[in-house]
């Protein structure tokens, strides 16, 4: 994340807020005659060092307010009864507002919705096609759309041009619209980051064409590093009433202290800590951007024709981040770094596809043309049902397994705000990387997962089924033991006296559940069961029960059913142990310490 760099100019833009408080409550007089004079101050520094003579500023925290008040203040100078008729007026002749295609997004539909006219309003200029940039508007189609305007009835009103594209910083042809405003009596207002090099000594024709514009939108605070400072729109009005009526002037004293943060900040820097500022934003550009490095605060934008692309503007992110040569520099060596494997990568996707394709239907190929790796596999071959259920828990433990493994690709779960889910993202890779023995290596732990997934869920089968038969063998064993004991014996008290004068030796036995067998054995059976594979070399080494245990430590699971523990060993058949209740609620215990070995499974209850 950015965090702005805040210096000593932008704490004098913070304190102007707290001033701005404590002014606020000074009596009536005194604050009218102060404010009037940070305004006209601010207004007059910013004209000249903006090269914009004989003008007028409105401060305005939304940049984009200040062209909803040129705009009404065009409407009540160009529709002389809209201040007693209201819109009724503009039925006769519906007033257009021309806009560039490359503009800012959804600038054009807030200002009809904040001035209340229909879209049909708002014409989108295109940029060129055949000749010049193709981010600065077409001069001549924009003329035949106005001509065609008016023969349908229309009124032009206003022309938003840039000085500086949002997308790729382009500047229109300003000379030649504002020629075309003068012959169709249009407002022509510029907007744009370039506009900040008319504080230079030099300035191109292209910029310097800017102040004859009508009005134009300045954001000091982004060129200057200054938070919290409003935007500035400067414009040309000869009616202040007009201008009060579009509520471009405020009679109000509070609301013209709005402009006090930036008056302190300029008095701070000064005229020459204004334009260093500026010239060391545009020195960066100029220098670096011949040798195709971005500088910090690059960023990422999507352009019409030329797609997805990286935008460097220092005029909106060196003050702000602090941007120095040595923060380009290792930038410069990061993107010589990086360069190299994005091609690598572009080129060895189609290989990566392929191979996923060759492991169907064990594997999917996943296409997400939001990342920028190598590909996103997705584990398959499982019916719809359970794949809905597993596919989930299958591809986060291939994550798992896949992160695990010693390399230096990257494996993730993609994009934050993906469309795709429960897939494995594969980063950018080296050209060494052999792909095929990638998607191989991803395929086999993909079919190990899924497998021992199936034989952990037979293997919960096979216990719940033993368990099962097991309560209904100790049920019977608890009816055995009433039989054979008597009722007398059931008794609290007289049970505890007749045991004492005639002990009874219960002849019910333990049972033991293996897990191999899937059976329930009696105390004898097992007891032969355990003789018999002491005497063998290598016990029950290759017999297919013993697959259900992963040969990693880290592999192994610990099987619970409800307050059940399980504890497992090695080198032996798993086998569970089960004795009869010694009341009659149902326990399971081992029958004997010493046939509770450590490698088999002892599920005790209660």
């Known amino acids: 994340n950015r965090m702005q760099n805040v210096g000593e100019q932008g704490h004098m833009a ?99 919705s904040q001035l209340g006219l229909p879209l049909s309003s708002l014409c989108t200029v295109p940029c060129n096609t055949i000749f010049g940039s193709q981010h600065q508007m077409d001069v001549a189609l924009l003329d035949t759309l106005i001509k065609e305007d008016i023969e349908a009835g229309k009124l032009p009103l206003l022309l938003i041009v840039n000085a500086g594209t949002p997308g790729a910083g382009h500047t229109d042809k300003l000379a030649r619209l504002k020629d075309v405003c003068d012959q169709y009596s249009m407002w022509l207002h510029v907007e744009g980051v370039n506009l900040a090099t008319l504080a230079l000594a030099q300035v191109t024709s292209a910029i310097m064409a800017a102040t004859r514009s009508d009005s134009m939108t300045l954001t000091p605070g982004q060129w200057l590093g200054l938070p919290a400072v409003t935007a500035v729109t400067l414009y040309r009005h000869e009616d202040p009433a007009l201008s009060l009526a579009a509520g471009l002037t405020c009679s109000q004293p509070v609301a013209r202290l709005r402009a006090l943060p930036l008056w302190l900040s300029l008095q701070y820097l000064g005229h020459n800590g204004i334009v260093q500022k500026i010239r060391h934003a545009t020195a960066l550009l100029g220098e670096q951007l011949v040798q195709l490095v971005p500088s910090s605060g690059v960023d990422v934008v999507e352009l019409e024709d030329e797609g997805t692309c990286v935008r460097f503007s220092p005029l909106l992110t060196a003050a702000v981040l602090g941007t120095q040569q040595e923060n380009i520099e290792e930038l410069a060596e990061k993107l010589a770094q990086l360069l190299p494997v994005m091609c690598s990568t572009m080129c060895l996707r189609q290989d990566f596809r392929e191979e996923t394709h060759r492991h169907s239907p064990s594997l999917a190929y996943i296409q997400d043309l939001s990342w920028p790796g190598l590909g996103a596999p997705q584990t398959e071959g499982m019916d719809e049902s359970r794949r809905k259920q597993e596919l989930e828990k299958i591809n986060t433990e291939l994550l798992k397994k896949l992160q695990d493994l010693d390399t230096d690709i990257v494996f993730s779960t993609g994009p934050e705000f993906g469309t795709e889910e429960h897939c494995v993202f594969i980063g950018m890779v080296t050209e060494d990387v052999d792909v095929s023995e990638l998607v191989d290596t991803v395929a086999a732990l993909g079919r190990d997962i899924e497998e021992s997934g199936r034989l952990l ?39 505890s006296v007749l045991n004492w004068f005639s002990p009874f030796q219960s002849s019910i036995k333990g049972r033991t559940f293996n897990l191999a067998a899937g059976t329930v054995w009696t105390d004898l059976e097992s007891s032969l069961y355990d003789v018999i594979r002491r005497k063998v070399t290598s016990p029950f080494s290759a017999l297919p029960a013993q697959r259900i245990w992963p040969t990693h430590e880290k592999e192994r699971d610990i099987i619970g059913l409800q307050t059940s523990k399980v504890a497992v060993g090695q080198g032996h058949t798993p086998t569970l142990h089960l004795a009869p209740p010694l009341s009659s609620s149902i326990a399971f215990k081992a029958t004997d310490t010493e046939m509770a070995r450590p490698n088999d499974v002892i599920l005790h209850q209660g």
Not at 457 to 468: A, C, F, H, P, Y
Not at 475 to 491: D, H, P, S, V
């Open 14 to 112: 913070l304190l102007g807020h707290s001033l701005a408080a404590y002014i606020s409550v000074l009596d009536r007089e005194r604050l009218r005659k102060l404010t009037t004079r940070i305004l006209s101050d601010t207004t007059l520094w910013l004209c000249r060092l903006f090269r914009y003579e004989n003008g007028s500023a409105y401060f305005h925290e939304d940049d984009r307010d200040g062209l909803v008040k040129v705009c009404r203040l065009v409407i009540n100078a160009r529709y002389e009864e809209y201040a007693s008729e209201g819109y009724a007026v503009l039925s006769s002749k519906q007033p257009v507002i021309y806009q560039s295609a490359s503009g800012r997004p959804g600038l054009g539909q807030h200002l009809c």
């Open 457 to 495: 869920e037979n293997m919960t089968e096979v216990v719940r089924k033993g368990i099962l038969e097991a309560e209904q063998q100790l049920q019977l064993a608890n009816e055995e033991k009433l039989m054979e004991e008597g009722m007398l014996r059931q008794l609290p008290l007289v049970g």
